[in-house]
């Protein structure tokens, strides 16, 4: 009898720890099929276009917005990345390039659905694109570097064509509508919230997302967190699927080390912002994923401003760049994560390749760089500063030590001034700063893009303030450039250029650690820096 | 009944003779912001191709393009409206941010202070009870620690231990584990709105989520509390009503209690008022450690960017918060001791 007692017993407690186990489960489920992505910065706004807008506000709206077409991925050393020269469709069914390359015509999907069940139509697309060309936005200025600039070239063919009409052929038109800005959004809902003052309703969508995108924003507080559901009727996931997570969390967690336990511990999928000495240490210990991908369309730079003397001197710029101790600087702010961009050897000192960046054939060489400088007619130094902003300390201040102490090597006294962001961005913005650290990104990383963007003109991104007219020229030759080969010369032209005259010194290439589960799946390195949500899934 | 009122009146009159420093503030952080080197709107323009273009669109945005005095004009209006401007850095209204984040900042605070009194009070008599004692030695050992320790990294040091190493703490992310339900707001305290809606399950999480850091913060705190409790309670036990109470054999801790400490209480409430509107806003690295989405972290990141018009609310909200505090210590101080009512 006892033991049948106890029998009974076991098996009760047996049930009751099942039940107990379960519920915790249940909860468990749901966690499986969100996506938790922890990060640094903060969504702050839904419409990519609003200035001001973030990176993670862009990686929201590539998933919560639809644009006509998307680019392709790729393999580069084993990892995906994206591809610039695979535009696949995404609203657009189809394109088609007319032959003399003046007409693109897209056919609509006829099954896509904005998030309210109206369809998607070319009305539609041609309202968000004229708004993109039109209203004070940011895709205006990005539009502009793929000859989209007006309103006329933009035509409704029928409900489900749109056609775009290009004053020239322009190989940049296409890619264009890939990148953040020219989303097309719900223009009957759009209209319905203008005003007078705001005929686009940019404060509207500032707020509120009106797309057709693979998830639906449900509450979005800025500088805390978004979390959107997947929306059941978008099905350009693979193969013509809805996206694989059903829930997104975007959580703002402003502590590295914070976000490098979450990760750890479980807690959450997926980070890209960690501190490079905690993806090394997490990387050590096996248990996560790491994804490391070298930022190929991204480029960092110690910039010396040429109009600003001594650095007006050739001479002086090329002392400089046999006076940094690139592999320690390497080592020291970036663990070695990322590709090097100094230390090549080039055959007969000519440029192997037309890309853009390529290693340069320099190395720390202090005996060069005393030549250089003696050439310049200043062998026994100068003093200046190197500044660098506060939000880029974690790798820019160990930097700025380094260079501190190899430049004294050679006479050179350097300050180091770190800045608050804004501050550093107006300094570069008014051509103030004589030395300094930056990075560059282009979406659309080809050649010419670079050279036009960073190296001509009186704006911002021409950090080294380059004033070159040869190189400005080409630059403009190339962009219209449909010959291949020829297109191949004349970016090796504009390297060599850079090359002889050292503007500004390419450093590296950082890596973009991604860090998660083992379970998480399908990541890419995207254009925009940050993670597209549609590509992952849970394995 | 006529203390009450006398009180009230009192504190009226002290509130409006704050008006023209709450003024001042304002006009003095509208300048200072202006003067500080940096351009929002170069800022903001950052994106891609953001070329000068787009610099003038946010400086208009901003008004920055207007004369200064027109601006200051503008603003001062505004604000006489409750408008405090719009954040570039959020997107939103600078009063719907603080009115959002305030009371994430004030349950924080005001739970890490009750925690630093509690501890800090009985600690400070303790030690003062038997000064130079192992007790008082020990007492001025932890309070040292706690202060020397900088908040950030006792904050990460509970973390690695209770997080981390224990899985004791929840994730320390925000108010609420992301994936709980959040209770109708009420109050905007979550550990209020909770138990009003009667979701126990839901109040253990928050308060959970809201241990760590109100410990953290309270650490901090609580040296001064203690060392200003320790002497005061060393005054007031070696005064002559002590000694009379004493001599007439009243219980120990009716003396201890009723006479010392409800006369050493009221430098620690002056103390407390200070220490409060200081943790206001000096709790940025816990805000930002804990992910607490607070006023604080959000004043500092705008001030990274130059974000004008959440740095001025800020500090105006900060100012009025000090000049409350300051008429709320008053009003304690005429409880504590009624003869500071008469003053």
């Given at each position: 009898?006892?033991?049948?007692?106890?029998?009974?017993?076991?098996?009760?407690?047996?049930?009751?720890?099942?039940?107990?186990?379960?519920?915790?489960?249940?909860?468990?489920?749901?966690?499986?099929?969100?996506?938790?992505?922890?990060?640094?910065?903060?969504?702050?706004?839904?419409?990519?276009?609003?200035?001001?807008?973030?990176?993670?506000?862009?990686?929201?709206?590539?998933?919560?917005?639809?644009?006509?077409?998307?680019?392709?991925?790729?393999?580069?050393?084993?990892?995906?990345?994206?591809?610039?020269?695979?535009?696949?469709?995404?609203?657009?069914?189809?394109?088609?390039?007319?032959?003399?390359?003046?007409?693109?015509?897209?056919?609509?999907?006829?099954?896509?659905?904005?998030?309210?069940?109206?369809?998607?139509?070319?009305?539609?697309?041609?309202?968000?694109?004229?708004?993109?060309?039109?209203?004070?936005?940011?895709?205006?200025?990005?539009?502009?570097?793929?000859?989209?600039?007006?309103?006329?070239?933009?035509?409704?063919?029928?409900?489900l064509t749109f056609e775009v009409t290009l004053p020239k052929p322009d190989k940049l038109a296409l890619p264009n509508l890939a990148t953040v800005y020219p989303i097309i959004i719900n223009s009957k809902l759009a209209k319905a919230h203008a005003t007078a003052e705001d005929p686009w309703a940019l404060n509207w969508t500032k707020e509120n997302a009106a797309g057709s995108g693979a998830y639906i924003v449900e509450t979005f507080k800025p500088g805390e967190q978004v979390i959107a559901k997947r929306s059941e009727a978008w099905n350009r996931g693979a193969p013509d699927k809805p996206a694989a997570f059903k829930r997104l969390i975007i959580q703002s967690v402003p502590e590295p080390a914070t976000r490098a336990n979450l990760v750890e511990r479980g807690d959450a999928d997926l980070v890209i912002d960690l501190q490079a000495s905690d993806v090394q240490s997490l990387e050590g210990k096996g248990k996560l994923k790491v994804i490391s991908t070298p930022q190929y369309n991204a480029v960092t730079f110690i910039s010396m401003n040429n109009t600003i003397p001594p650095f007006d001197n050739v001479n002086v710029r090329r002392a400089i760049a046999y006076a940094l101790p690139y592999d320690d600087m390497f080592k020291a702010a970036l663990f070695g994560r990322g590709a090097p961009l100094y230390g090549a050897t080039w055959a007969d000192g000519k440029p192997p390749s037309g890309g853009y960046p390529i290693p340069q054939p320099i190395k720390l060489d202090l005996e060069k760089a005393r030549a250089y400088l003696k050439d310049a007619g200043m062998a026994d130094g100068f003093s200046t500063t190197f500044s660098f902003n506060v939000g880029q300390a974690a790798t820019a201040e160990p930097m700025a030590a380094l260079v501190k102490e190899s430049l004294a090597k050679i006479g050179i006294k350097v300050d180091i001034q770190k800045l608050p962001d804004a501050q550093m961005s107006t300094a570069i913005n008014e051509k103030k700063l004589p030395f300094f650290t930056e990075g560059i990104v282009a979406w659309l990383p080809s050649t010419d893009y670079f050279y036009r963007n960073f190296y001509t003109g009186k704006q911002r991104w021409n950090y080294s303030s380059t004033d070159n007219a040869e190189l400005e020229k080409i630059a403009q030759e190339a962009r219209f450039e449909a010959d291949k080969a020829k297109y191949e010369e004349q970016g090796k032209a504009l390297n060599a250029i850079h090359f002889d005259q050292m503007f500004q010194i390419p450093i590296w290439q950082a890596a973009q650690d991604a860090v998660m589960q083992p379970t998480v799946d399908g990541y890419v390195y995207q254009f925009t820096r940050q993670v597209d949500y549609r590509n992952l899934s849970r394995k | 009944m006529g203390t009450i009122v006398a009180t009230l009146a009192r504190a009226g009159r002290r509130f409006v003779s704050s008006l023209p420093a709450l003024f001042g503030v304002l006009v003095f952080t509208f300048l200072l912001m202006r003067v500080l080197p940096g351009d929002p709107a170069v800022f903001f323009a950052s994106g891609p191709n953001a070329g000068q273009e787009e610099i003038e669109v946010i400086r208009r945005q901003l008004g920055l393009d207007k004369p200064l005095p027109n601006q200051l004009a503008i603003y001062l209006y505004d604000v006489g409206r409750g408008n405090l401007g719009r954040s570039m850095m959020t997107g939103q209204a600078v009063a719907k941010d603080l009115k959002e984040r305030l009371p994430a900042s004030l349950e924080l605070t005001l739970t890490a202070l009750l925690i630093a009194l509690v501890s800090a009070v009985p600690l400070g008599v303790l030690a003062a009870l038997r000064p130079g004692s192992l007790v008082d030695h020990g007492v001025r050992l932890f309070c040292s620690l706690g202060v020397c320790v900088p908040t950030f990294v006792s904050g990460l040091l509970l973390i690695y231990v209770f997080y981390y190493l224990l899985g004791l703490a929840p994730d320390p992310t925000g108010r609420i584990d992301i994936f709980a339900t959040l209770p109708p707001s009420r109050t905007g305290f979550l550990i209020i709105d909770f138990l009003l809606a009667g979701d126990v399950e839901g109040w253990w999480a928050a308060a959970r989520q809201l241990m760590l850091p109100a410990l953290t913060m309270a650490l901090f705190v609580i040296a001064p509390l203690a060392r200003i409790t320790r002497a005061s309670m060393l005054v007031s036990l070696g005064s002559d009503f002590v000694r009379t109470a004493r001599s007439v054999g009243l219980s120990w801790w009716r003396i201890v209690v009723t006479y010392a400490l409800r006369n050493a209480i009221l430098p620690v409430i002056t103390i407390a008022g200070i220490v409060f509107s200081t943790m206001l806003g000096a709790n940025v690295l816990v805000e930002k450690v804990f992910s607490w989405p607070g006023v604080a972290s959000y004043a500092l990141d705008a001030l990274l960017v130059s974000d004008y018009a959440p740095v001025q609310g800020f500090v105006l909200l900060m100012a009025t918060i000090f000049v409350i505090v300051n008429l709320l210590v008053d009003v304690l101080y005429g409880i504590a001791d009624p003869r500071a009512t008469v003053a």
């Open positions: 009898m006892s033991f049948e007692m106890s029998k009974r017993s076991l098996f009760a407690a047996t049930a009751l720890l099942a039940v107990m186990l379960a519920a915790p489960s249940a909860h468990a489920q749901s966690r499986a099929e969100t996506l938790r992505y922890v990060t640094g910065a903060t969504v702050n706004t839904l419409d990519p276009n609003i200035p001001g807008s973030t990176r993670e506000a862009f990686a929201l709206s590539m998933s919560s917005y639809d644009r006509l077409v998307s680019f392709g991925r790729k393999q580069l050393n084993g990892k995906w990345v994206f591809d610039l020269d695979t535009i696949t469709g995404e609203l657009a069914e189809s394109y088609q390039v007319s032959s003399d390359g003046l007409k693109i015509t897209f056919k609509l999907r006829p099954d896509a659905k904005f998030q309210d069940g109206s369809p998607v139509t070319a009305e539609d697309v041609k309202w968000s694109l004229d708004r993109c060309v039109t209203a004070p936005i940011l895709g205006k200025a990005q539009l502009l570097t793929g000859s989209l600039t007006s309103a006329d070239q933009f035509k409704v063919i029928d409900p | -």
